[in-house]
């Protein structure tokens, strides 16, 4: 019986003094009830290491140690090669070269992805030319066809988005032709076509589209009318804004240098007036001390800045649309009958680069691959250690033999114990003398008072299940 392994490990007290049991035989997980008498331990006498001496698993059952524990996940200093190595093969130099170079492209990667991620915050828009092309055709009457004494006019409006090289390259016909990125309707808001009044009427001269919330999207506009002579129309874009733009009050315009701008640019214009002009009172730099050209647009002699989008908004206005004045020919000759005429008007849309900085923002499958090869790297750095230390056994065997084989032994003993989950010096606890020292009356004590605990617990638990 292991008298020393049961007190070292913390078994419970003398016997006798109470208490519900607290664990199997042999297994301490409590102390004697508060109050509970216990064997005085001399002050004098310093307190011994804690040992202990388990029984090897039986076979089949493996130990806690022994269990095949998860691979911690590798570290990024286990990518670099041990001293040992490089002593040994010098041109390895070159590969913590290539580590250093790759923390510093890292760190560049990481920042430009940084910028990326705050520049998709702000609205990124790059300005191109729309060319619109407006064609009319002519269909003279039909003298067969009593229903149609008159002939008939259609005016079409379609337009393309050009390209960047489509203004001056004429050798790529795609690009000399410029090349659809979005439906044509997309870019406006409205679209209205006045004819002329005195050949339709007050009541039938708009042709008016406006976008709404279901709209269809389309390439092009269509009109067809009744008529043989000419027509002077008037056609007006209001182009679709976003985020959407105002036009300035022309004072408010004149001072800033801004014509027409969106809410969030006004509001920064304004701001950058203020600090140029040092307005903010000194003393309390949440009023605005306006000067006198602000005091005539905003009517007034300070104003808080936190009230200024609001006191612009009678300031604001829509765009204007654009204008263009077309002459629908109903000439019968047959080479003037389809005309087209071009126009090229300037447009905002979304920067191509915003959608190439998102794909490469969302994409995993280079950092996939990056892992990979990581994963393929630390693996080859294993298997260098392993090779080195196969390298430095087989060399201190070869230097004496002897001495090595003796070393390794012992060293091999010590594993086995180690795998085995046993501690402590079983030399010395075969020994009489071992017993005969202070601890060995507690740890009586304490086995005593952990069998009667367990007794008791035994017949409490009967004389419940008797009782029920």
């Not at 393309?160 to 439906?183: D, I």
């Not at 001269?205 to 043989?228: A, C, I, P, Y």
């Not at 200024?308 to 629908?328: E, Q, V, W, Y």
């Not at 005309?339 to 680069?353: G, W």
């Amino acid at each position: 019986m292991n008298y020393q392994g049961m007190v070292r490990s913390g078994m419970p007290g003398p016997p006798g003094f109470g208490g519900p049991a607290s664990g199997p035989p042999g297994q301490w997980r409590g102390g004697p009830p508060p109050g509970a008498y216990r064997p005085p331990i001399r002050p004098t006498q310093p307190p011994r290491p804690q040992q202990t001496v388990k029984r090897p698993a039986p076979q089949g059952i493996m130990s806690e140690n022994q269990k095949i524990k998860p691979m911690k996940q590798k570290k990024p200093g286990d990518r670099v090669l041990p001293p040992s190595v490089r002593d040994l093969v010098p041109e390895s130099q070159a590969y913590a070269d290539l580590l250093h170079l790759e923390r510093r492209v890292d760190m560049t990667i990481m920042r430009k992805r940084l910028e990326m991620q705050e520049a998709l915050k702000r609205p990124q828009k790059i300005k191109k030319k729309l060319r619109l092309f407006i064609t009319n055709s002519f269909s003279p009457a039909n003298p067969a066809d009593q229903n149609h004494q008159t002939g008939s006019w259609e005016l079409r409006v379609e337009g393309r988005l050009l390209e960047p090289e489509a203004l001056t390259s004429n050798k790529n016909p795609e690009a000399a032709s410029g090349k659809v990125k979005r439906k044509f309707s997309t870019f406006f808001k409205s679209l209205v076509i006045e004819l002329d009044k005195d050949i339709y009427g007050p009541d039938n001269h708009l042709v008016e589209w406006h976008r709404q919330s279901n709209t269809q999207e389309t390439d092009g506009f269509q009109v067809k009318r009744q008529g043989d002579q000419d027509v002077k129309c008037t056609m007006m874009f209001m182009l679709n804004h976003e985020p959407a733009q105002f036009k300035l009050d022309m004072r408010l315009a004149r001072l800033l240098g801004i014509h027409t701008a969106t809410r969030s640019v006004i509001v920064h214009a304004l701001w950058q007036y203020i600090k140029t002009n040092k307005l903010q009172d000194p003393n309390d730099r949440i009023w605005i001390n306006l000067d006198q050209y602000l005091r005539q647009i905003f009517n007034t002699e300070k104003i808080r800045f936190a009230d200024i989008p609001g006191r612009l908004h009678p300031l604001l206005s829509p765009p204007d649309p654009i204008a263009i004045h077309h002459k629908i020919s109903c000439d019968p000759n047959e080479s003037t009958r389809n005309k087209t005429t071009c126009y090229d008007i300037e447009v905002e849309i979304d920067d191509p680069l915003r959608q190439v900085q998102s794909s490469f923002l969302r994409d995993t499958a280079v950092a996939n691959e990056i892992q990979t090869q990581d994963r393929k790297i630390l693996q080859n750095i294993e298997m260098i250690k392993e090779l080195r230390l196969a390298r430095d056994f087989y060399i201190g065997f070869s230097n004496n033999p002897q001495e090595f084989i003796t070393d390794w032994i012992a060293s091999q003993s010590k594993d086995l114990r180690g795998m085995q989950d046993m501690a402590g010096n079983p030399d010395n606890e075969r020994k009489s003398e071992t017993f005969k020292e202070e601890w060995v009356n507690e740890a009586v004590m304490r086995y005593f008072y952990n069998k009667i605990q367990t007794r008791r617990a035994e017949l409490e638990k009967a004389i419940n299940d008797q009782n029920k």
